[in-house]
C-alpha cells in the first residue's frame, strides 16, 4: 500500500469522485469540501491536506483536511484497518497536524482505535451523528410565517444567533467567526429566515455535490423555541431545494438530542448511516 498526496484539488477530485458518489448520501461531506475546493481552487488561503491510500491502484481510503479542521475519512473492505496503518505512518512521518477525524462510524472508530494503540496522543469522542437523507417533504403543521433568505439588513441579528449556536452546538466562542460566517452566508444566498413577525429561527443551505444538498445551522433562540419555527424553517428549505432540481437533501445530527432527531424523522428525513467525531 501506498499513500499519494495531492496538491491540486481537481486532480484529487478526478481521482476519488466515483469512488465517492458510490454512496452519494453518507459521502456527502468529502463530496461537498471538494466540490468547493474545486470550485474556488484559485482563491484558496491555505494548502488542503489531500491525500489517497491505494492498493495496486485501487482505491482503499481517502483522507481531506481543510484548514485546522478534523481529517474527514473514508474507507471500507476487508483492507481497512491496513489502509488507516499505512496513513497513519504518512501523517507521522510527514508531521500532518490533525486534530480529530470525522467518518463514519466504522472508519472513525477503527482510527480512533489505532491512533490510540500508538499512543499519539488522547482519544475522546466529541460527538456521535446520524446522517439522514430526504427526498420528499412530509405534510407537516407548519407555524404561523414564511421562509425568505436572509439579507444584509440581518446581519447583526443572525451574528448573534450564529455566535450563540456555535457555543450551544461546538462549543466554539468566537464573536468575529460568527459574523463572518453569516457575511459570507448571506453573500452567497445560503442563509434563510423564518420570519413570524421578524425572524424566529434559520437555517443554511451548503455542500451540494452531484445530486444532492446538505441543510446545516439550524437554530432558533431560546426565547423563540416550542413554536414549531425550526421543523417549518427546515421542512420548507427542504421543499425550496428539491423544487430546485436537487434529488435529496442531507443533513446531520447529534444522536444525544432526541429533540432534533424526532423533529427531522417528522419532516421526512430517513437515517442512513452513523458518523462519528473523535478528538486527538
Known sequence: MEVIKYTCPKEFFDLVEEYLLADEVINNLPLGI???????????KGQPFLAAVTDNGQLELVMIKTGNNNLVV??????LKE??????????????PIPGVIGLREVADNFA???????????????????YKLDRVNPIKYSEGNIRLAMDDDIELLTQWIYEFMKEALGADNK????????????????????????????????PTKNG????????????RGKGYASSCVASLSQLLLDEGYQFC???????????????????????????????
Open 176 to 207: 468575529a467567526h460568527a459574523q463572518n460566517f453569516v457575511e459570507i452566508s448571506i453573500k452567497d444566498s445560503s442563509l434563510y429566515i423564518w420570519e413570524d413577525q421578524g425572524p424566529v429561527s434559520l437555517a443554511k443551505k451548503t455542500r
Open 250 to 280: 442531507s443533513l446531520y445530527t447529534d444522536l444525544s438530542n432526541p429533540t432534533s432527531n424526532k423533529i427531522y424523522t417528522e419532516i421526512g428525513y430517513v437515517p442512513i448511516a452513523e458518523s462519528v467525531v473523535y478528538k486527538f
Open 74 to 79: 473514508h474507507g471500507e473492505g476487508a483492507k
Open 213 to 224: 444538498i446538505v441543510i446545516n445551522s439550524v437554530y432558533t433562540p431560546k426565547d423563540k
Open 34 to 44: 471538494l466540490y468547493n475546493l474545486v470550485k474556488n481552487q484559485q482563491n484558496l
Open 113 to 131: 482505535k489505532l491512533w490510540s494503540e500508538k499512543d499519539l496522543s488522547p482519544v475522546k469522542i466529541d460527538m456521535e451523528q446520524l446522517i
Open 83 to 96: 489502509a488507516i496503518i499505512c496513513a497513519m505512518d504518512y501523517i507521522v512521518d510527514n508531521k500532518v
